[in-house]
């Protein structure tokens, strides 16, 4: 659905063009009857000439659509339980990230398989995930806690691996056994046999360009989710702070549609422009609309 200001522009556009098509057909008729056989009468010749030159002028002088804006809300960082209880949605879109644990971690020194075989037991404890990059991912979820009913946690893979898809369901039982979350989470298991097909909560890593568009339309399917769920599009938000670069731009572009929110865990920066350890998650609301004339 497109903001209301645009809309309404659209629609006084198409109602300007279908009057003078409209009035041209009129005009033409009327001039088709009075023309003779071999000859055009010099008042059907002159209707011709200025409905051409009205239909020039407005081509001409035809005004241009104004500037498309960004209207912006105030942003709300969820950094105290008050704004935490106050701002927490009854849903959150958020990507799994490929594990990858921080040095000093327990899971540093683990292969791949390893690390695969530990989530796979829902070994959270040996994974550490507070301690590798799904950190961020953990707090812009835990901070909704006080209302959140629905998480879904997409994941992704590859042709020949599973991608960060197994740490989809260690990191749900993280957030139900450490965090206390008690909302119902969806996502996939990880896929059996290397042809099976991805689930509905998996995203394929081709080139970027597909992934864009696979996110895109991955996001909107959710969005359509939660409503099926009686969760309208300001009850959920979309977390950033994690997956590629084309995932993101996906995720932000699904969020354009409607009155859609994003959230990414963001931090403040020490004089040197180094950031900081403290991690806090933002809200961010906005809407693109047309300026009023």
Same mark, same amino acid.
């Given at each position: 659905?497109?903001?209301?200001?645009?809309?309404?522009?659209?629609?006084? %556009?198409?109602? +300007?063009?279908? =009057?003078?098509?409209?009035?041209?057909?009129?005009?033409? /008729?009327?001039? #088709?009857?009075? *023309?003779?056989?071999?000859?055009?009468?010099?008042?059907?010749?002159?209707?011709?000439?200025?409905?051409?030159?009205?239909?020039?002028?407005?081509?001409?002088?035809?005004?241009?659509?104004?500037?498309?804006?960004?209207?912006?809300?105030?942003?709300?960082?969820?950094?105290?339980?008050?704004?935490?209880?106050?701002?927490?949605?009854?849903?959150?879109?958020?990507?799994?990230?490929?594990?990858?644990?921080?040095?000093?971690?327990?899971?540093?020194?683990?292969?791949?398989?390893?690390? %695969?075989?530990? +989530?796979?037991? =829902?070994?959270?404890?040996?994974?550490?995930?507070?301690? /590798?990059?799904? #950190?961020?991912? *953990?707090?812009?979820?835990?901070?909704?806690?006080?209302?959140?009913?629905?998480?879904?946690?997409?994941?992704?893979?590859?042709?020949?691996?599973?991608?960060?898809?197994?740490?989809?369901?260690?990191?749900?039982?993280?957030?139900?056994?450490?965090?206390?979350?008690?909302?119902?989470?969806?996502?996939?298991?990880?896929?059996?046999?290397?042809?099976?097909?991805?689930?509905?909560?998996?995203?394929?890593?081709?080139?970027?360009?597909?992934?864009?568009?696979?996110?895109?339309?991955?996001?909107?399917?959710?969005?359509?989710?939660?409503?099926?769920?009686?969760?309208?599009?300001?009850?959920?938000? #979309?977390?950033?702070?994690?997956?590629?670069?084309?995932?993101?731009?996906?995720?932000?572009?699904?969020?354009?549609?409607?009155?859609?929110?994003?959230?990414?865990?963001?931090?403040?920066?020490?004089?040197?422009?180094?950031?900081?350890?403290?991690?806090?998650?933002?809200?961010?609301?906005?809407?693109?609309?047309?300026?009023?004339?």
């Amino acid at each position: 659905m497109l903001p209301k200001h645009l809309r309404g522009y659209l629609r006084a %556009q198409r109602l +300007a063009w279908t =009057l003078l098509g409209g009035a041209a057909t009129l005009l033409l /008729s009327v001039i #088709a009857n009075r *023309i003779t056989p071999g000859r055009m009468a010099v008042p059907a010749l002159l209707g011709v000439i200025v409905l051409l030159g009205a239909v020039a002028i407005a081509l001409l002088w035809r005004r241009p659509p104004p500037d498309l804006h960004v209207r912006w809300d105030n942003p709300e960082p969820l950094n105290t339980d008050g704004r935490r209880a106050q701002a927490a949605r009854r849903g959150v879109i958020a990507f799994v990230p490929l594990y990858s644990p921080q040095a000093g971690s327990p899971a540093a020194g683990l292969s791949a398989e390893e690390r %695969q075989a530990a +989530a796979a037991r =829902l070994d959270y404890s040996l994974l550490d995930p507070e301690h /590798s990059n799904l #950190a961020p991912t *953990i707090q812009g979820i835990a901070a909704h806690k006080d209302r959140l009913e629905h998480c879904w946690l997409v994941s992704t893979r590859g042709d020949a691996s599973d991608g960060s898809l197994p740490y989809a369901g260690v990191l749900a039982a993280y957030l139900e056994d450490i965090k206390q979350l008690t909302c119902r989470f969806h996502f996939d298991a990880p896929r059996v046999g290397s042809q099976a097909k991805p689930g509905p909560y998996t995203l394929e890593l081709q080139e970027d360009t597909q992934v864009v568009q696979d996110t895109y339309r991955l996001i909107q399917k959710l969005f359509r989710e939660a409503a099926d769920q009686d969760l309208a599009d300001t009850d959920v938000v #979309a977390d950033i702070s994690t997956g590629f670069r084309s995932m993101t731009l996906g995720m932000v572009l699904a969020c354009l549609d409607r009155r859609r929110c994003v959230q990414f865990v963001g931090t403040s920066y020490t004089p040197l422009g180094v950031p900081g350890k403290d991690l806090t998650p933002i809200v961010y609301g906005f809407e693109p609309e047309l300026p009023p004339d």
